[in-house]
Structure formats: structure tokens, C-alpha cells
């Protein structure tokens, strides 16, 4: 089918179908499934998902001179931080100890690395990862400093400023916990964006889509809800569940 611009009626009629799909399996599929049986069969996409977004850049401009593109924003507030007294050498080793340390502009390559390609070959890594991320950036205190900005700010887009510095501050944390516990592997920080949103439910409306226009929602989540963790749950490898965020249904 040739699509030229989706439109109000085609993502209303496409939830119409998901209703009639889930009517005629008894309620047996996921109401994300249903979404998903109707957007392929209506349009052609693989997901509701893909549908959805390929909707919402038919009509509505991405960025603006008055809202900026918060992949750029994130990158721009990460180099704030690794520049910034949250980064440095804070392991309280013995005096004249140096086993882990590493020198500043090396740590900051290192924690640049982990946010644009995350990890993947967890378990050799963890040794030569452990101290530089336990004990060479600030995590709690980019957090806290993140939450103030977001209690401080009323308008969005310097609310979404704070946030990203909050979620920033908790990548490091989940990252951390991946070499603990010698797992695999562990998102980078765009993909762990999608579901740090998803795990927080008492978010308005008008941030939650304006994030996920950057950082689209997964169908499964792998942070529990009001988590921050990814893939951990109670010490455990967490496989995920369905995402069941209010704001993303509705979509």
C-alpha cells in the first residue's frame, strides 16, 4: 500500500481493528499484539510501534529553534558532566595505592564509550571496568543534581534539561550493577532511555511524548516499574515485561 500521510482517522481506525482482532481471539493476545496484527494488516508495518511514529512524522515538525534535538541535548549535558567535578579520582585506596586508577582525559574516554555504545562482552570487561565506573564519576550527585533541576524549573524544555541529567546519573548507576554482576551486556544510553521513561509511570503528557520522539518506547521493557536498573531484578537477569505505561497504550 502507498502511504502519502497518516492521519487521526488511520491511527483511530487501526485501534478499532485491534479491538475487533483481541474481540475475535476471545482476549487471548495482548492488546500490543492486537495493535500490532492491526497496523500490519491495515498498512503494512511490522509494529503498532513503527506505525505510530511513521504517523507522528507525517504531522509533526521533529525540532524547532525553541526546542532543541535532545539526542544532541544529551550529549551536550554528558560533556558537562565529564567535565565537571562529578568525574575524577574518587576511590579512597590507601595513600601511594594506585591499582585501578585511571588518569582523568582516559576516564572520560572510557564513560564516553559507555554512553554511546553501552556494553557487550560483559563478563571480560568487568575487571578492567569495575573501579574506573565505581569509583571515578559522581553518580549519586549527578542524580541529586538533576532532580534539584527539575524541582527548580516549571516550563519543559529546562525541566527536560534536568531529567536528562537525573537519567544520565542512572544509566551510570544501572551500568555499574552490569559489572557487578558480570552480565553481558547492557544498553547504551539511548536505548536505555526508552525504558527508563516506561518504568515511570506519574509522568505528564506532554514530556513523555516529547522524550519519546527522541527515544522511541520498546514493546518490552527490561527496567521494572519505578526501576532504574536495566536487566536486574532482586539480583536477578530480568527478561522484561510488557510495557503497560498508560501513556503508551493509549498511543
Known amino acids: 500500500m502507498s502511504i502519502t500521510r497518516l492521519t487521526d482517522n488511520d491511527v483511530s481506525n487501526v485501534r478499532s481493528c485491534a479491538k475487533r482482532i483481541r474481540i475475535k481471539h476471545d482476549n487471548k493476545i495482548t492488546k500490543t499484539k492486537a495493535k500490532d496484527l492491526a497496523a500490519q494488516e491495515m498498512f503494512g508495518f511490522s509494529t503498532y510501534n513503527l506505525f505510530y511514529r511513521a504517523y507522528k512524522a507525517h504531522n509533526e515538525q521533529r525540532a524547532s529553534p525553541e526546542r532543541p534535538d535532545l539526542i544532541n541535548q544529551a550529549n551536550l549535558i554528558l560533556k558537562e558532566i565529564l567535565d565537571s567535578s562529578h568525574v ?68 519543559l524544555d529546562p525541566w527536560i534539561n534536568g531529567y536528562i541529567h537525573f537519567a544520565i546519573g542512572y544509566f551510570f548507576k544501572s551500568i555499574f550493577t552490569c559489572i557487578q554482576d558480570e552480565r553481558e551486556e547492557h544498553p547504551p544510553f539511548n536505548a536505555y532511555m526508552a525504558d527508563f521513561i516506561d518504568s515511570k509511570i506519574n509522568m505528564d503528557k506532554e514530556p513523555f511524548e516529547y522524550l519519546h520522539e527522541y527515544y522511541p518506547s520498546n514493546a518490552i521493557v527490561r527496567i521494572v516499574l519505578d526501576g532504574s536498573i536495566w536487566g536486574t531484578a532482586n539480583g536477578v537477569e530480568y527478561e522484561g515485561r510488557e510495557n503497560t505505561h498508560p501513556l503508551y497504550l493509549a498511543n
Do not use: C, Y
Not at 585511571?102 to 576516564?107: A, M, W
Not at 559507555?114 to 571515578?136: E, Y
Open 88 to 155: 575524577g579520582d574518587f576511590w579512597p585506596r590507601n595513600p601511594g595505592e594506585n591499582e585501578g586508577k585511571l588518569p582523568v582525559e582516559e576516564l572520560k574516554i572510557m564513560l564516553q564509550n559507555l554512553f554511546d555504545h553501552g556494553i557487550s562482552n560483559g563478563k571480560a570487561l568487568a575487571p578492567s571496568l569495575h573501579h574506573p565506573v565505581a569509583w571515578g564519576i559522581s553518580k549519586k550527585e549527578i542524580i541529586d543534581a538533576g532532580m534539584e533541576a527539575m524541582i527548580k524549573e516549571s516550563t
